[in-house]
């Protein structure tokens, strides 16, 4: 076997083993040595001189981002194709930044500007202005929770530094092992101190972990009491849902729902928050909800059960008078008026109080036009087929109240998208919530990886947060996630029914939500301070 064919082969099992994590339950601990064969081909064509392994070195992200976000295809092709080649692109940069930072670098060096600088990238991916973070390196673990307790602390990147460390002692143990470092250069202190290291950057996390784990055992009561939620999975196909039903028809498929849960086993004295899916209602202009047909079918349900808050997720929007366009992602509705579309989460009670929450965090194109000056034009001349939703500013919670509002609790609504951003997150806690729900709408990937990635993410949230949450989907997985991320009851894919339990409260701020994400801002520090030093010796050399 020649060297181009070892490295295509360390290559490709590099993308399998990469993608594992992300479609295999509990199988996060692949990830710890998944792309120690990309470092290893690396190694090789670097060190022959082989220019064919940049193309290659392509193909391994492409690889890994088409083999474990696919089912993106499902719902938009285009966008499924885009979402993969572009962020394989940013990935391949990065590769690309290291393999330049070998001409002024040496030894090890280049190993620590490519794991800072991965890092660095994945917490600026969070605030881009198109951003896909699914792949970040810490969510390969969201299924392999017993090992990753202390996000509570780090966050997902933690998980990103993690499997960095750990892929570059297997790497660093096989080099010295290979060219007889190990045994003929160093002595007995610092082949020691390897074998220390090798056992500790494995282990600790995980002992850590399951100490923790322990620690916040289920079993373990709320000081602060808990909320009744009864889930409702109404199960529309995307297509029918928007075009083959009427909101009407959608409204009495839920409300019957309810009913029918109310008079087999729910208890309506309790305070109890209904929650349906995210988009369940269109078409809701804000400040004017009651006018909306649907308004006051929920009041009348809701008055039946008058413990009982119905949180739901709506498309709502804002009309503006104004003679010229108010904004670049407001669309002309005629007659001197503008429309401004939200996806919105909105609470509501038996007196007709309500609040609403718009989600922020939006989906590229479908939802969100990035750059909008510079697209919103060409938006315009290709009909609007860019997504112009926009969300609040700043985050603000939904709170429950019973109708004499003695009792308040408040609740992060996470919509859909919103739940893969660890750090924006913990606004909801530091906002007071005691409890998070999840509305989301995944029915437009069909029966796919798609739907249980997102569903696992929901679980590192709860997890970074340490607070218990009732998620509902349109079509699955809607389900109760406990402070420790594990799902304790769940209505599966495709399954139209009620899900009934109990959301612990809890108050108080976990590290990663008192200090956000540290070891991604370290990251980014030193990222910054390598790249510079790169910077100025190519310069000193002109």
Not at 44 to 65: D, G, H, P, T
Not at 411 to 420: A, H, K, R
């Amino acid at each position: 076997m020649n060297k181009k064919q070892t490295i295509a082969i360390l290559s490709a099992l590099s993308a399998v083993l990469m993608s594992i994590p992300f479609l295999v339950p509990h199988c996060g601990w692949v990830m710890l040595f998944a792309i120690v064969p990309f470092l290893c081909a690396d190694k090789i064509a670097r060190e022959s001189q082989i220019k064919s392994f940049w193309w290659i070195s392509y193909l391994v992200f492409l690889c890994w981002n088409a083999f474990t976000t696919w089912w993106v295809c499902n719902a938009t092709v285009g966008g499924g194709i885009f979402a993969s080649v572009a962020n394989a692109l940013q990935m391949y940069a990065i590769y690309a930044l290291y393999r330049l930072s070998w001409k002024k670098f040496k030894g090890s060096l280049p190993y620590l500007f490519l794991v800072v600088m991965w890092i660095a990238w994945e917490r600026f991916y969070f605030d881009a202005e198109i951003s896909w973070p699914w792949l970040v390196l810490g969510n390969a673990f969201a299924r392999s929770l017993r090992i990753i307790q202390w996000y509570e602390y780090t966050g997902a990147l933690g998980g990103s530094l993690w499997v960095w460390a750990t892929n570059m002692t297997i790497f660093g143990t096989m080099c010295v092992l290979g060219d007889g470092r190990f045994f003929e250069k160093w002595n007995s202190k610092a082949r020691a101190a390897l074998c220390v290291w090798s056992v500790a950057v494995f282990a600790l996390p995980m002992i850590a972990s399951l100490i923790i784990w322990s620690h916040n055992a289920d079993e373990k009561i709320s000081d602060e009491g808990t909320l009744e939620a009864m889930i409702v999975q109404p199960n529309f196909a995307p297509y029918q849902k928007f075009e083959f039903l009427s909101q009407g028809q959608q409204d009495e498929i839920l409300i019957n729902l309810v009913d029918s849960t109310f008079k087999e086993s729910c208890d309506s004295v309790s305070p109890l928050v209904i929650l349906a899916p995210e988009t369940f209602t269109a078409g809701m202009v804000n400040g004017y909800y009651p006018t909306h047909k649907s308004w006051a079918r929920y009041l009348e349900m809701l008055k039946k059960h008058p413990q009982a808050n119905f949180l739901y997720g709506a498309s709502t929007y804002d009309y503006i008078a104004s003679h010229s366009t108010p904004s670049w992602t407001a669309r002309h509705a005629g007659d001197g008026l503008w429309l401004e579309s939200h996806n919105s989460g909105i609470i509501m009670d038996s007196t007709g109080r309500s609040d609403v929450f718009h989600k922020s965090k939006l989906v590229v194109g479908t939802e969100y036009m990035p750059y909008p000056r510079v697209l919103g034009k060409l938006d315009d001349k290709l009909g609007g087929v860019i997504g112009r939703c926009i969300g609040q500013q700043e985050i603000s919670t939904l709170d429950y109240m019973n109708p004499d509002q003695s009792v308040r609790i408040p609740l992060g609504c996470i919509v859909c998208y919103e739940s893969i951003y660890g750090e924006y997150c913990t606004g909801y806690i530091k906002k007071g919530a005691k409890a998070l729900c999840v509305i989301t709408n995944d029915a437009w990937w069909g029966n796919t990886a798609g739907y249980v990635q997102h569903c696992s993410y929901s679980s590192l949230r709860a997890i970074e947060t340490r607070r218990e949450i009732a998620r509902c989907a349109n079509t699955g997985i809607s389900c109760f996630i406990n402070r420790r991320g594990e799902i304790t009851s769940k209505l599966g894919w495709w399954e139209r029914g009620t899900l009934n339990g109990s959301v612990r409260l809890y108050s108080g701020q976990t590290f990663f939500v008192s200090h956000g994400d540290i070891i991604g801002r370290v990251c980014t520090f030193l990222f910054l301070l390598l790249l510079l030093s790169i910077i100025v010796r190519f310069l000193a050399r002109k």
